[in-house]
């Protein structure tokens, strides 16, 4: 059985204002066609008899959100690891790692962000099976999405040949870049064997511990220090502040999977999507027919290609193509759909004038 490992650490800021530092967007039914958070879809995906219970790992702060909302989904996690400070995804992953191999270093590890949408959870599971095979056998599978943009945001997989033992539908990678500059990007969908890296992993625990030992030996270092001084209870094991602190801070792709020769991909076509920004709900939501995603009280007078959102009072939008606009009880975002990554530089503006 596979354990999933669900990272939920990050801050969402470029959904302000419905995201907040307190309450991120993982915690939120930005997309929930049943009113679900992004965090309990993620976890609901990993469900059945091939996944055991989920291994949580997130922010103390937002410890009892995430013991709240996996409560009304009906998931009995195996344990919430708390990180007294955020040390990025690879620190994250060493943590849950060592746990977990503390009682089998065979035992497989999904690792999953809790901010994705995917619409083909068969298609998904389907390849969890497919890369389990080659976890087995040592790889630290990737799981590629094929590339429509050239984005910077995202890593970048170079698919080789079939994986050695002949697995279908897992490749070798020949290459992974992580957020490439957008030039180098654009070369790569030009030659069309790169896909997108999709941002979830699954290997052995031992593997990703090996991987540690050979490229980040502070970073396990750390994490084992941090698990052996944590404090335990039946759901929380809140990770040493001050050994946990001490680890470098970098996230999975640059720390190992850039450097790693056992990395494999398996391609996977499941309508998966990052949801970063306001204009990435846009591109995966039903449009009408003048190109527009409306939500709550909204009129729209000649407006094109645009996603408004409309809560506590009604909003009007007249005679503007590409906008996004979303209003909360106690704030109102107004940008171009092209800027809308721009909203990090708001949130970061509004952290420092406090
Ligand atoms: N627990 C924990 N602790 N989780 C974290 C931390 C942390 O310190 N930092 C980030 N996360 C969580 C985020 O909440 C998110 O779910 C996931 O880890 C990935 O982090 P991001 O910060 O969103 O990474 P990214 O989007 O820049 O890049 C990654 O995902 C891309 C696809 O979405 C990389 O894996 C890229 O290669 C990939 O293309
Ligand atoms: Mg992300």
């Known amino acids: 059985v596979i354990t999933p490992v669900i ?11 419905m995201s907040r530092a307190g309450y991120p967007k993982q915690f939120l039914a930005i997309h929930g066609r049943n009113g679900s958070s992004m965090l309990q879809e993620t976890a609901l995906r990993a469900q059945g008899e091939a996944f055991a219970a989920p291994l949580l790992v997130c922010n103390e702060e937002h410890r009892f959100i995430v013991a709240e909302q996996l409560r009304e989904a009906a998931i009995e996690p195996r344990a919430i690891i ?9 620190p994250a992953v060493a943590a849950a790692a060592v746990k977990l191999a503390h009682h089998a270093p065979d035992a497989l590890m999904l690792v999953m962000p809790s901010d994705h949408v995917i619409l083909d959870v068969s298609a998904f599971q389907e390849a969890v099976a497919k890369a389990a095979k080659a976890a087995e056998k040592g790889a630290l599978v990737t799981f590629g999405i094929t590339p429509n943009a050239p984005t910077s945001g995202y890593g970048y997989i170079q698919r080789g040949s079939l994986w050695p033992g002949n697995l279908p539908g897992v490749y070798e990678v020949t290459r992974f ?3 490439p500059d957008e030039a180098t990007a654009r070369r790569y969908l030009e030659t069309g064997d790169y896909a997108w890296n999709s941002g979830i992993f699954l290997f052995s625990a031992g593997s990703y511990i090996e991987a540690l030992e050979k490229f ?5 270092s750390a994490a084992r220090a941090a698990l052996e001084n944590a404090e335990e209870d039946l759901t929380f094991c809140r990770l040493d ?6 680890s470098p801070s970098d996230s999975i792709d640059y720390a190992v999977m850039e450097h790693t020769d056992q990395a494999a991909v398996v391609p996977v076509d499941m309508g998966w999507s990052d949801l970063g920004a306001w204009s990435a709900l846009w591109e995966i939501e039903e449009k009408d027919a003048q190109g ?4 709550g009280d909204v009129l729209l007078q000649d407006t094109r290609n645009s996603f408004v ?3 506590h009072a009604m909003v009007a939008v007249a005679g503007l193509e590409d906008v996004v606009v979303v209003t909360t009880d106690d704030a109102v975002l107004v940008t171009s759909r092209h800027r809308a990554q721009d909203v990090k530089q708001i949130v970061d503006k509004l952290k420092h004038e406090g």
């Open 7 to 17: 990272l939920s650490g990050g801050s969402g800021s470029r959904l302000w204002p």
């Open 82 to 90: 708390l990180e007294p400070v955020a040390r990025n995804t690879a």
């Open 177 to 179: 870049i992580e957020k």
């Open 216 to 220: 980040q030996p502070d970073m396990l």
């Open 241 to 246: 502040e001050e050994a946990f602190a001490a």
């Open 292 to 295: 527009n995603v409306t939500r």
């Open 309 to 311: 959102q409309a809560d």
